[in-house]
């Protein structure tokens, strides 16, 4: 009796044939990555899902395009997952030596990239083009570590404040508040209680990423809590910002905690009037609220401040010159003026190059979309966001003291001591670990 | 005394054994046995996700367990978690499966029902919980509050996210343990119950003296494994709450990949998947000890 | 289990002398679907919403005044979330790489829990927990190595990738090792008696009569398998070999929050060849001839 006929009986002859097919076309569909004309060089190009499901058709169309702009180039795009997998997925390509010749991983990652030795240097390239000139500071610091630059901004993101214009309205607000101090008594004026039961938050900050709006706190009271091998949780900047967190949920106007996911539906299901979130999320929140929905900066206290998320193109090193030429040809096309003016207009992300602003048709989409412009006006203020190695870990270390502080379990400089103790311990531990 | 041909055949059933274990052994040795040896190996080196360069640490990772808070709360987390889902999706499930073992009218309607939250993709059942959990206006809360209950912020509250993921479980698991013990109970002699139904033992009596000895080895089977999923669960809580708020979620499979994707940490997150290996299997054994004895088999 | 075999009688002609009677009778006999129903509602609850959820508008999903139902039924949604990946070919490897799963398990597993439950060698109980090692050792502390692995093999980016680590099941063989042991003995012995080897006696006593334990895992290492997401993210990065819970990640993982209707729309079409594969196998619950009566 052989091993076969056991097969054929415990499963239909069809799920049999089925399965020695799919065996057979399996070998058969191995899609190793199809060799070009010897002339032409192939770059792969990973990048996750930022903002929609569209975006995998957005990016096929713009890698045809340029594909079919250049003959000497072949890109192939590889959609990566979120964020987190995309980083995951090129990581461990580089651990096996064989990394992709381009990906998009958010900014905060420069510092792990660079620790992996991962990434080639392209001052001297962007030097020779307009891109020191024409490009957003704040958005080409991102890139920037020691003063060399190390990709191209693609897909900046800050967070802004949204909110819901018919409960302004409703509740007699004029205008949304500019700072601190009127945020608590906007919020306060928000909050809607009916015996006591809580029917809207005057204000959610979008958990999850809530380390990320941390940091803006601290920059809106002057404090750039990083320095690239260290974290600055613990100074009286910091502590204020969160004492005035905890202000907020001690007067009942915001709550202790949420999820990224779970506010942005708060938001559009009316239970909260106001939300920090990113600009990312403009399109999504615009189209699926049931109100008018519009974004201000985020209120300021010694200064207005944000810090961006999003990402570059980053462009591998250890591949051959032809190959990073290749690259840095598709990251320089990929962020080129009129590319990036198409990619901000589908996406709600921002166009990097002051070019791309003042094109015909990003004018246009500003005079429809106005509060597209208030994130770029802001983006004037924002920096990087945490890049220090091991930045996963430490942002796990704020958001936990972060949550604990507002479920009242800590105080807020005891809080930001100890993650700032635990962050430093690690940052120390990768740097040491590194020479 | 084993005699000449009888040591023959005895040599010649286990050659046999072996062969048949041939094929699967290959395949565990190469995707199972390996990645938990080089894992032992890594647990006493400095390993960084993306780098080739490994230092040797000794005990270095299995010292810093003692001290990472976190370790032992999502140790704490996944014990607690596993003690309430598991004997009530279990419960739960051997109840349907009696029920529906049987030519029940609208039966693969029931079945169909109970079983195809297994079906739904985590990304997607874990964001549809997200909205039933919704604070004010999810339709849990509106359920509650309709009973006269307060109103629970569920995901947004340390106490209440947890038991949150667990009352979801037993929803998403149930029916997957019900589809076992049904099987389970598919093989089960008919006239066994019948002669019982004729001497007059009751329905209770007879879930509790006939069904459950009878499907006991799969009783036994839905344990253990149910044991060890419990432990694999990572998906809602990658989904749902990344951990939060406050670590209350952070179960020791999120824990892990944490350290291994996120940190970069090799050492540390082979180390944790070794303590991991080493507790369950405790575990299991306990297990084993007190209810394998008990487990009836119909065979030898 | 006499009482749950009857036929639902809620229409029994209610003559003069007993309608209260007949009801009471009624009750009776179908007291388990005043149980069962209840109960169920709310087991279908979440897939009610995603259905619905998949046909409204934006605008409807969390508009607390919108209601429950969609105001107009959007079946644009289904092309809408089909567009933003190759789903076709998705589907395609879908089924090549789940099918090829389920094939490779079926020959390994049954194989194995023969040999565990019906034969002795020396190691029997090591060899054992060494199967079970495969379900205690988390799978994403397996990824980094079998990653390397896979790359050895030269099969990076391709399906034979997807399937390879899960060839052999642990799972499985336990699942149906119980099975095998409660086949009793007798069977086997008459079985020998009338010149059956061992692989005969497998495939004619006991394949036929673990049929629901088969099928049961059969419909488990699907839905397990389907789902799948990390590892085929991991080792494929062509369209041409990716499967469905990719597509969907597209729609989920967003940064910006979900698209909520269109992930509801591609969730119900991920799910739907799996729901019917599970309706009729279920089905053949039930002809399993040991449960009909066996002497």
């Not at chain 2, 055949?9 to 041939?22: D, I, Q």
């Not at chain 2, 009751?202 to 149910?226: C, E, K, M, N, Q």
């Not at chain 2, 419990?230 to 998906?235: H, K, P, R």
């Amino acid at each position: 009796m052989s091993v076969k006929s056991t097969i054929s009986h415990i499963s239909r002859r069809g799920v049999l044939l089925g399965g020695a097919a799919a065996v057979a076309a399996s070998a058969g569909l191995r899609s190793r990555p199809a060799y070009a004309a010897p002339d032409k060089v192939k770059v792969q190009f990973m990048y996750p899902v930022g903002v929609s499901g569209d975006i995998n058709k957005l990016v096929s169309t713009m890698i045809s395009k340029f594909n079919a702009a250049h003959e000497k180039i072949e890109v192939e795009a590889i959609y990566a997952g979120s964020y987190d997998n995309t980083e995951q997925k090129v990581i461990t390509a580089l651990g096996v030596g064989d990394p992709p010749a381009t990906w998009l991983p958010i900014n905060s990652a420069l510092q792990t990239f660079l620790g992996l030795d991962a990434l080639a240097d392209v001052t001297d390239k962007a030097k020779k083009t307009d891109i020191y000139q024409d490009f957003i500071p704040g958005f080409l610091e991102t890139a920037v570590s020691d003063g060399k630059l190390y990709g191209l901004p693609f897909q900046p993101s800050t967070p802004v404040l949204y909110f819901n214009a018919d409960a302004f309205k409703a509740a007699g607000i004029a205008k949304p508040p500019v700072t601190w101090d009127e945020l608590l008594e906007v919020s306060k004026a928000l909050t809607v209680r009916e015996n006591g039961e809580l029917k809207r938050w005057g204000l959610t900050i979008g958990g999850g990423w809530h380390d990320w709006i941390f940091e803006c706190f601290c920059r809106q009271n002057a404090l750039v809590p990083w320095t690239k091998d260290k974290v600055l949780f613990d100074k009286p900047e910091a502590v204020d910002a969160l004492e005035f967190w905890v202000k907020l949920v001690k007067a009942g106007v915001m709550p202790p905690a949420s999820t990224w996911q779970g506010s942005a539906n708060d938001f559009m299901a009316g239970r909260t009037a106001m939300l920090y979130h990113s600009t990312g999320s403009l399109t999504n929140l615009r189209t699926s609220s049931p109100f008018k929905v519009d974004v201000a900066f985020m209120p300021k206290n010694k200064t207005f401040g944000a810090c961006q998320g999003g990402g570059p193109i980053m462009i591998a090193k250890k591949q051959s010159d032809a190959a990073i030429e290749a690259s840095w040809t598709f990251a320089k096309w990929m962020t080129s003026t009129d590319v990036q003016s198409q990619w901000g207009r589908d996406t709600g992300y921002l166009a990097v190059r002051k070019s791309s602003w003042e094109t015909p048709e990003m004018l246009a989409y500003l005079k429809e979309v106005p509060q597209a412009k208030v994130a770029l006006e802001q983006s004037a203020y924002a920096g990087a966001f945490l890049q220090v190695p091991g930045y996963h870990k430490v942002r796990e270390y704020l958001k936990s003291a972060l949550d604990r502080t507002l479920a009242g379990e800590i105080k807020p400089d005891a809080a930001l001591k100890e993650a700032a103790d635990n962050s430093n311990r690690e940052i120390q531990r990768l740097l040491r670990r590194r020479s | 005394m084993v005699t000449g041909p009888a040591l023959r055949a005895r040599v010649s059933e286990a050659g046999l054994a072996y062969l048949l274990l041939l094929p699967s052994l290959v395949f565990l040795a190469t995707f199972t046995y390996w990645p938990i040896l080089r894992s032992i190996y890594f647990s006493f080196h400095d390993v960084v996700l993306g780098s080739n360069k490994i230092y040797f640490l000794g005990f270095e990772n299995y010292e810093r367990l003692w001290t990472d808070k976190l370790f032992w709360k999502s140790l704490g987390n996944t014990v607690f978690y596993t003690l309430v889902t598991i004997p009530c999706a279990i419960t739960v499930a051997l109840l349907l499966a009696v029920a529906l073992d049987s030519k029940l009218r609208g039966m693969t309607f029931y079945r169909s029902a109970f079983f195809y939250p297994v079906m739904i993709p985590s990304v997607a059942a874990g964001m549809v919980w997200v909205f039933l959990y919704a604070p004010g206006y999810g339709p849990i809360n509106s359920a509650i509050a309709a009973l006269g209950l307060p109103k629970v912020e569920w995901l947004y509250d340390a106490r209440w996210a947890l038991p949150a993921i667990i009352f979801m479980s037993i929803w998403k698991y149930a029916g997957y343990f019900m589809l076992i013990l049904l099987a389970a109970l598919q093989m089960i002699p008919a006239d066994l119950h019948e002669a019982a139904k004729l001497d007059g033992v009751s329905a209770i009596d007879r879930l509790i003296h006939i069904t459950v000895p009878l499907i006991s080895p799969t009783l036994y089977f839905v344990i253990i494994i149910g044991l060890l999923h419990s432990y694999q669960i990572f998906d809602y809580v990658y989904v749902m709450t990344q951990g939060g708020p406050a670590d209350a979620t952070n179960v020791l499979t999120f824990y892990i990949y944490q350290n291994g994707f996120q940190y970069q940490d090799i050492g540390y997150a082979s180390t944790l998947a070794n303590v991991l290996l080493l507790f369950v299997g405790g575990l299991i054994t306990l297990v084993a000890l007190v209810f394998g004895r008990r487990v009836h088999y119909l065979g030898r | 289990m006499a009482t749950l075999q009857d036929p639902i009688e809620l229409s029994a002609p209610a003559t003069s002398r007993g309608t209260l009677l007949a009801l009471r009778t009624a009750l009776r006999r179908n007291w388990l679907h005043f149980v069962l129903l209840p109960l169920m509602l709310f087991w279908i609850s979440p897939l009610a919403w995603i259905i619905i959820t998949s046909l409204k508008s934006r605008t409807e999903v969390f508009d607390p005044n919108a209601g429950i139902l969609p105001a107009v039924l959007q079946w644009g949604n289904y092309p809408a979330a089909m567009a933003v990946a190759p789903f076709g070919t998705y589907l395609i490897n879908s089924v090549l790489a789940t099918g090829g799963i389920l094939v490779c398990e079926l020959i390994t597993i049954t194989l194995a829990a023969y040999a565990f439950a019906r034969l002795n060698f020396p190691g029997k109980n090591i060899l054992f927990t060494l199967f079970l090692l495969q379900i205690m050792f988390p799978i994403y502390a397996t990824f980094l190595t079998n990653f390397v692995t896979v790359r050895e093999l030269g099969i990076l980016n391709s399906l034979p990738a997807l399937i390879v680590p899960f060839v052999a099941s642990g799972y499985g063989t336990f699942m149906l090792r119980q099975a095998f042991r409660q086949v009793p003995t007798e069977l086997a012995d008459a079985a020998r008696l009338d010149g059956c080897g061992h692989l005969g006696i497998l495939w004619h006593v006991y394949l036929p009569l673990v049929k629901p334990t088969l099928i049961a895992f059969s419909i488990i290492a699907v839905v397990t398998h389907w789902n799948d997401y990390m590892w085929p993210l991991l080792v494929t990065n062509s369209e041409s070999v990716r499967t469905l819970p990719i597509g969907l990640g597209l729609l989920a993982k967003s940064d910006s929050g979900a698209d909520w209707t269109r992930l509801m729309a591609a969730t119900v079409v991920v799910v739907s060849p799996l729901l019917l594969f599970f309706v009729i196998f279920q089905r053949r619950f039930v002809d399993s001839f040991m449960h009909a009566g066996l002497k």
